[in-house]
């Protein structure tokens, strides 16, 4: 298992823009598939994005299409979240994972074993 810092998340008005990272405090990341999950109250955990271990394939929630980029830097060990056009219900606290699999086109969180503690992103005017 791998141990895995999220970064980044904040306060930002509706139509902002919020980059996440998330590293390891131990150990690389470059043999891990990484998804980000999303959590918001009252709600379910809601996969946002992945990436593979070179970073060739990437999936993404209909929700977030269009607006949020996942990517990495292996050289950095960190892959990030770039999160624009922000609106109020992407309000949650987000968490990083590690797969040492590639997750199909229907990933989900049971694929991941290694996760963050998350952290929060709040859009609000």
């Known amino acids: 298992q791998v141990q895995l810092v999220e970064s980044g998340g904040g306060l930002v008005q509706p139509g902002g823009s919020l980059r996440l990272s998330c590293t390891t405090s131990?150990?690389?990341?470059?043999?891990?598939?990484i998804g980000w999950f999303r959590q918001a109250p009252g709600k379910e955990r809601e996969g946002v994005s992945c990436?593979?271990?070179?970073?060739?394939?990437?999936y993404y929630a209909d929700s977030v299409t269009g607006r949020f980029t996942i990517s990495r830097d292996n050289t950095k060990n960190t892959v990030y979240l770039q999160m624009n056009r922000l609106r109020p219900d992407d309000t949650a606290v987000y968490y990083c994972?590690?797969?040492?699999?590639?997750?199909?086109?229907?990933?989900?969180?049971?694929?991941?074993?290694?996760w963050g503690r998350g952290t929060q992103v709040t859009v609000s005017s």
């Open positions: 994972a590690a797969s040492g699999s590639l997750p199909g086109s229907r990933w989900s969180a049971g694929d991941f074993g290694s």
């Open positions: 131990g150990g690389t990341l470059n043999y891990y598939s």
């Open positions: 990436i593979s271990r070179s970073g060739g394939i990437t």
